[in-house]
């Protein structure tokens, strides 16, 4: 019954790696998006689409990539990972902009 | 700009005392406003929002939250502090009705602790 899952929820790798985060909601919206929440809790939004369609992009490294395969997902790769990269990453799903958004369980990246 | 301050990092009450969390936001268009929570180790969970009907905002678990406009103000009550309520608790401001963006800006967050 998970409305926003993500998975997976800690993941602990070494400096340099590629990484990926999943998330899939079954709420039937169309807007995901992912935040990124660091060591002093402040969350920051990174990435958002709409139907598939990226239209948030914050100013991010361009070692992240999202992808979106379906309406339903919403995947974040991590390139050439850092040790400033370990935070928690929320995905979070809406019907559409400007609506309530729902927040997965977060996963939990740390850089060694 | 959006931006939204939320003042006390920490606040601590005793249980069963009023619950006063404060939040202001600057906004140059009319804003949507949202109060969440985030449990230890958890995601966030939506407590309330404001979208520009009612000033006064019901929420969940007796959290309410009033939009004052004059005050650029959407602080966040709950009459009775109960154990269950110690959580960090985020203000957010979105673009709101005919905003440009659909991004939710946070505040820094505010760790809520009830005393027995």
């Known amino acids: 019954d998970t409305a926003v899952s993500q998975t997976p929820k800690y993941l602990v790798t070494q400096m340099g790696n590629d990484k990926s985060i999943k998330c899939e909601q079954n709420l039937g919206h169309d807007t995901m998006y992912w935040y990124k929440q660091d060591s002093k809790k402040f969350l920051k939004i990174m990435f958002s689409?709409?139907?598939?369609?990226?239209?948030i992009n914050e100013t991010v490294p361009n070692r992240f990539s999202p992808k979106s395969p379906d309406k339903a997902h919403l995947n974040l790769h991590i390139n050439s990972l850092e040790l400033g990269d370990s935070a928690v990453y929320f995905c979070?799903?809406?019907?559409?902009?400007?609506?309530?958004?729902?927040f997965g369980p977060g996963t939990r990246l740390l850089v060694l | 700009a959006q931006s939204v301050t939320q003042l006390g990092s920490h606040v601590s009450v005793s249980e069963g005392a009023l619950v006063l969390l404060r939040c202001n936001y600057s906004?140059?268009?009319?804003?949507?406003l949202f109060w969440y929570v985030q449990y230890p180790n958890q995601g966030l969970q939506l407590l309330l929002k404001y979208t520009s009907a009612a000033t006064l905002v019901k929420g969940i678990n007796g959290f309410e939250a009033e939009f004052k406009k004059s005050e650029t103000s959407f602080h966040l009550t709950k009459p009775s502090a109960h154990m269950s309520d110690a959580a960090e608790y985020f203000c957010a401001v979105s673009g709101g009705y005919g905003g440009a963006t659909n991004k939710l800006i946070f505040g820094t967050g505010t760790l809520l602790a009830v005393q027995p």
């Open positions: 979070a799903s809406s019907t559409g902009p400007q609506e309530t958004q729902y």
């Open positions: 906004s140059s268009v009319p804003p949507y």
């Open positions: 689409y709409n139907n598939k369609e990226l239209i």
